[in-house]
T-cell receptor, first 112, second 115 residues
Framework: SQKIEQNSEALNIQEGKTATLTCNYT??????LQWYRQDPGRGPVFLLL???NEKEKRKERLKVTFDTTLKQSLFHITASQPADSATYLC???????????WGAGTKLIIKP | EADIYQTPRYLVIGTGKKITLECSQT?????MYWYQQDPGMELHLIHY???????EKGDLSSESTVSRIRTEHFPLTLESARPSHTSQYLC??????????????FGAGTRLSVL
């Protein structure tokens, strides 16, 4: 079955450092992959989309990579701030059923 | 800020009651979704719609029903609420074509507690 794996443990990072979150997927080949941020009690908010033919995408302090051979996407936040603390969700898009497949997310905690 | 609204934000009701969770969007998106999410868990798709008069069941079996009579409105109804329905319900919308297709915009959610 299609499966998304994200760091199940919370990630604690010191303010100012780079946070790196991992998303691994199995049993399919997504056309593209999206990353979302979710704050407690709120709906997810779209951050970045990366296509299968793109190696890297950047937006301000955010960077996403997509390795279709490893079946993995990495999400980086540089110069992290306490306000970046949230849960980050990985969502590959599968053409065969026209849906996003959602990971459970990684909880990121940036300590001052 | 996404223009998608869910009401109520919080709802506590007794077992057996009928409830409708409201969702409206003003972005003209053709596709709309309902997800169920428990704390710390992934989103589970329970219903979606490609447009007016189109509704489909998602991957997670649900006793709820939906309707799509207008593009902007996608309400979810539980005919008889049970404690097992206690969860957060998230509504989302997206385009199905164009540059931004399948980027989903979410409402703030409805947290439902059934006693």
């Amino acid at each position: 079955s299609q499966k998304i794996e994200q760091n199940s443990e919370a990630l604690n990072i010191q303010e100012g450092k780079t946070a790196t979150l991992t998303c691994n997927y199995t049993n399919y080949s997504p056309a593209y992959l999206q990353w979302y941020r979710q704050d407690p009690g709120r709906g997810p908010v779209f951050l970045l989309l990366i296509r299968e033919n793109e190696k890297e995408k950047r937006k301000e302090r955010l960077k996403v990579t997509f390795d279709t051979t490893l079946k993995q996407s990495l999400f980086h936040i540089t110069a992290s701030q306490p306000a970046d603390s949230a849960t980050y969700l990985c969502a590959p898009y599968v053409d065969s059923n026209y849906q996003l497949i959602w990971g459970a997310g990684t909880k990121l905690i940036i300590k001052p | 800020e996404a223009d998608i609204y869910q009401t109520p934000r919080y709802l506590v009701i007794g077992t057996g009651k009928k409830i409708t969770l409201e969702c409206s969007q003003t972005m003209g998106h053709d596709k709309m979704y309902w997800y169920q999410q428990d704390p710390g868990m992934e989103l589970h798709l329970i219903h979606y719609s490609y447009g007016v008069n189109s509704t489909e069941k998602g991957d997670l079996s649900s006793e709820s029903t939906v309707s799509r009579i207008r593009t902007e409105h996608f309400p979810l109804t539980l005919e008889s609420a049970r404690p097992s329905h206690t969860s957060q319900y998230l509504c989302a919308s997206s385009y199905t074509s164009g540059v931004g297709k399948n980027i989903q915009y979410f409402g703030a959610g409805t947290r439902l507690s059934v006693l």
